[in-house]
């Protein structure tokens, strides 16, 4: 892909989840370079980078669009869909009425992460955030 990423996501790379999903939206990125990734546990990683406050950024997915919007939570998730092509999938938890009830389920979820079995090893070392 000639030009840059449509969305660059911050994401925990401490956290099972966050990587398994990064991992199933790099292979739904067959052009390649759609969506960047910044792993925030990287040792070189700052979050003053984005304007963010390293408290901030482990509270839930960021997102920077091409434009450098920056974009939180579920609509990162959204974006990221979209870049790939499968926008379609995500369209639902745009639509009025659902998409204030999925930003909410979004949040709650980040905040909780901690108590999934699933994302309990990294998270027991701090790496999960909320």
Excluded at 34 to 61: H, N, S, Y
Excluded at 63 to 88: F, K
Aim: overall charge positive.
């Amino acid at each position: 892909m000639k030009d840059g990423p449509r969305i660059t996501i911050i994401y925990d790379g401490g956290c099972p989840y966050c990587v398994a999903q990064a991992k199933m939206l790099r292979g739904l990125d067959r052009e390649g370079g759609r969506i960047g990734w910044v792993d925030l546990t990287a040792r070189r990683f700052d979050a003053a980078t984005f304007g963010l406050k390293p408290e901030e950024v482990m509270t839930q997915v960021h997102g920077v669009l091409a434009d450098g919007t920056m974009v939180r939570g579920m609509e990162v998730i959204r974006r990221a869909y979209g870049a790939v092509g499968w926008g379609w999938m995500m369209a639902p938890t745009g639509w009025p009425g659902l998409r204030w009830l999925c930003d909410r389920a979004y949040a709650w979820f980040a905040k909780n992460r901690r108590r999934w079995s699933w994302t309990a090893s990294a998270c027991d070392e701090g790496r999960c955030g909320g």
